[in-house]
């Protein structure tokens, strides 16, 4: 199975920020990678795919880079809306996995 | 739009089972992938099991290899789980997933809202 890691698994920050989670897997995934985001009590919700491709509806502050086994992603200017956990998630392999998750809370 | 309505959650006994059912509408649920992930109280999300739109590929997380069972009802636009022995590390917000390809690959763009499900005696 592919281990995803990120980090750091949590970070605090302030409105207008630039925000950076990094995700690494146990081996090359072929940007085959996620990115979702969480809010407390509701279901994730995708933010990117294929490593940098943004999902229609996303705001623009959200990219995704990144190839084989290192990938991130970044909040060019955090919003107040951003506070979430973060989470990638490979689907190279089966099974599919995701990262711990990062929490992103107000410094 | 896409709506994905879960129902089946609540508690049930150590060694019992219990089916989750998963009712899809606004798009063509016939046509795409099918998946549910998991996630333990103040833990991080967990995949447990997928099938492609027509039934033919099936996977399992190793946690509940031999114990869960998915299946779908294209006529009914229905995702199911039938989790039996279950046990209390199976407690859990249980979510389906759309995924945007008919097959096993894994990219979930609409998800429920969840249905807990809670192993306790």
Redesign the interface.
């Known amino acids: 199975?592919v281990q995803m890691t990120q980090s750091p698994s949590s970070l605090s920050a302030s409105v207008g920020d630039r925000v950076t989670i990094t995700c690494q897997a146990s081996q090359n995934i072929y940007n085959?990678l996620?990115w979702?985001q969480?809010k407390p009590g509701?279901?994730?919700?995708?933010l990117i795919?294929?490593a940098s491709h943004l999902?229609p509806g996303v705001p623009s502050r959200f990219s995704g880079s990144g190839s084989a086994t290192e990938y991130s992603l970044t909040i060019s200017s955090l919003q107040p809306e951003d506070f979430a956990t973060y989470?990638c998630?490979q689907?190279d392999v089966?099974?599919?996995?995701?990262?711990?998750?990062t929490k992103v809370d107000v410094k | 739009q896409v709506q994905l309505v879960e129902s089946g959650g609540g508690v049930v006994q150590p060694g019992k089972s219990v089916r989750l059912s998963c009712a899809g509408s606004g798009f063509l649920f016939p046509s795409y992938g099918m998946h549910w992930?998991r996630q333990a109280p103040g833990k991080?999300?967990?995949?447990v099991a997928?099938m492609s739109y027509d039934g033919t590929k099936i996977?399992?997380?190793?946690s509940v290899k031999g114990r869960f069972t998915i299946s779908r009802d294209n006529y009914k636009n229905t995702l199911y789980l039938q989790m039996s022995g279950l046990r209390t590390e199976d407690t859990a917000v249980y979510?389906c997933a759309k995924s945007?390809f008919g097959n096993?690959?894994?990219?979930?763009?609409s998800?429920?809202?969840?249905t807990l499900v809670i192993v306790s005696s």
């Open positions: 199975d085959y996620n979702y969480q509701k279901a994730p919700k995708l795919y294929d999902e989470y998630q689907y089966l099974p599919p996995s995701f990262g711990q998750g | 992930v991080g999300l967990e995949w997928l996977y399992y997380g190793d979510y945007v096993h690959k894994t990219v979930l763009d998800w429920g809202q969840g």
